[in-house]
């Protein structure tokens, strides 16, 4: 796994954004869309008085790779994921609302996509043990499934059935982008036997096990980043003891060097254009004035949402 010292490439300037040089972003890029799919930088300074300072600084220095974009139905652009419902209560008693399943408990998480071109994970308070950050890049799965399993990598080309809250999607797990072969999955959402035929089994099975090979993983220390392209590597987490102050924080990032999605993709990104300010989860209530496909206006959109304080919400 590569990892880079964040002070060697990154100074923080007007306004408390930061900067980086081209060909550190060419650099990046490459891992992100040709090999691995993801990176470590260690020493990011988690600094601030408040809770809202120190995200707000979070957001500041993800400009530098994207532009950020609400994660939740609560319009959250910067998630904490802890474990705070260790009464079993289902709720966030922190924020006053339903639990998000996942962020919130202490639980394991399989490996999956985000609905981002990029994930970043901002280790906070590492747990006192387990609580690993599962990666694994899908360039190196494709190659070995087309090397060594051509039947099971065919039928991952096929459409699956994922089942959502808001209905069924249908599309393959491994699909051709611009940029080459990327990945869409998501086991608990199409883990339905009745649907499923023998081969998709198998291959389902096969992929697992390639995934549980080559999966690398890492505690996320305080200041280390993680940084993940959803198109070209999965993620999940090891469980962790109920309890434990385990704290990282999650931004998600549309690409502006992102490839073009296959038109499969568009009911979870909107928009399937490279280089489009896509992907996402929005409540109703957001101002759909303030998501339009072109990145440059939702940048300005969303750094004058972080200008005004309505972009970091306040943890009591």
């Not at 090999?35 to 500041?60: A, H, R």
């Not at 959250?76 to 006053?96: H, M, P, Q, W, Y």
């Not at 469980?239 to 924080?249: A, C, I, S, W």
């Not at 759909?288 to 990145?295: G, T, V």
């Amino acid at each position: 796994m590569k990892a880079f010292n964040f002070d060697d490439f990154f100074s923080k300037g007007d306004q408390g954004y930061y900067s980086c040089n081209a060909d550190t972003i060419s650099n990046f890029e490459n891992i992100l869309y040709n090999e691995e799919g993801y990176f470590i930088l260690k020493g990011f300074p988690l600094e601030g008085s408040s809770e809202q300072e120190i995200q707000t600084n979070v957001l500041k220095w993800a400009f530098t790779l994207g532009v950020p974009l609400s994660e939740t139905i609560y319009d959250d652009f910067v998630v904490r994921l802890e474990d705070i419902d260790t009464a079993k209560t289902g709720s966030n008693k922190v924020r006053n609302r339903p639990l998000l399943v996942g962020q919130e408990n202490a639980g394991f998480i399989p490996m999956h996509n985000d609905r981002a071109d990029l994930l970043v994970l901002f280790g906070v308070t590492p747990s006192k043990r387990e609580g690993e950050t599962f990666m694994v890049s899908t360039n190196k799965i494709c190659s070995q499934l087309m090397k060594d399993y051509p039947e099971q990598f065919a039928t991952l080309r096929e459409k699956f059935s994922y089942h959502y809250p808001g209905g069924t999607l249908k599309m393959p797990i491994i699909s051709e982008s611009s940029k080459g072969l990327i990945m869409w999955y998501v086991r608990s959402r199409i883990e339905n036997k009745e649907e499923l035929s023998v081969e998709q089994m198998e291959a389902l099975n096969m992929l697992d096990k390639l995934i549980d090979e080559h999966k690398e993983g890492v505690v996320l220390q305080h200041g280390n980043i993680c940084v993940i392209n959803n198109h070209k590597a999965l993620h999940g987490r090891q469980k962790f003891p109920e309890g434990d102050d385990r704290l990282l924080y999650r931004v998600w990032l549309s690409d502006p060097r992102s490839c073009e999605l296959p038109d499969h993709y568009m009911r979870m990104f909107r928009y399937t254009k490279s280089g489009s300010y896509r992907g996402g989860v929005w409540s109703d209530e957001f101002d759909q004035e303030l998501i339009p496909s072109d990145i440059n206006m939702a940048r300005e959109n969303v750094k004058h949402l972080l200008h005004t304080d309505q972009l970091v919400k306040a943890v009591n």
